[in-house]
Nanobody, 123 residues
Framework: QVQLVESGGGLVQAGGSLRLSCAAS??????MGWFRQAPGKEREFVGA????????YYARSVKGRFTISRDSAKNTGYLQMNSLKPEDTAVYYC??????????????????WGQGTQVTVSS
């Protein structure tokens, strides 16, 4: 099991930026993903990063605005969010895939989840 602790959420005006952190502990893992869920909507894939190579993958809706990175020494992943829009408002979750799968783009592929952090973007 991997324990994940998220931080960095908050309230920001449209066009602003936030950086979310996800600190992992407990065991090694293959990849870290980021998801978000707005009220009444399905949990949505935001992006993911391979922990070993640093290769990143993004949903089309955020590509060019969001950047995923990691600090391997700290076992911490980051989601840098720029040019935020009101439609980005959601609870954001980090998650890890313990071993390789073909489901990095889906919540189905992940094993352990953070507690979530609220991001609210005002217009």
């Amino acid at each position: 099991q991997v324990q994940l602790v998220e931080s960095g959420g908050g309230l920001v005006q449209a066009g602003g930026s936030l950086r979310l952190s996800c600190a992992a502990s407990g065991r090694t893992f293959y990849a870290m993903g980021w998801f978000r869920q707005a009220p009444g909507k399905e949990r949505e894939f935001v992006g993911a990063i391979s922990w070993s190579t640093g290769s990143t993958y993004y949903a089309r809706s955020v590509k060019g605005r969001f950047t995923i990175s990691r600090d391997s020494a700290k076992n911490t992943g980051y989601l840098q969010m720029n040019s935020l829009k009101p439609e980005d408002t959601a609870v954001y979750y980090c998650a890890v895939e313990r071993t390789y799968s073909d489901y990095l783009h889906s919540a189905y592929g992940y094993d352990d989840w953070g507690q979530g952090t609220q991001v609210t973007v005002s217009s």
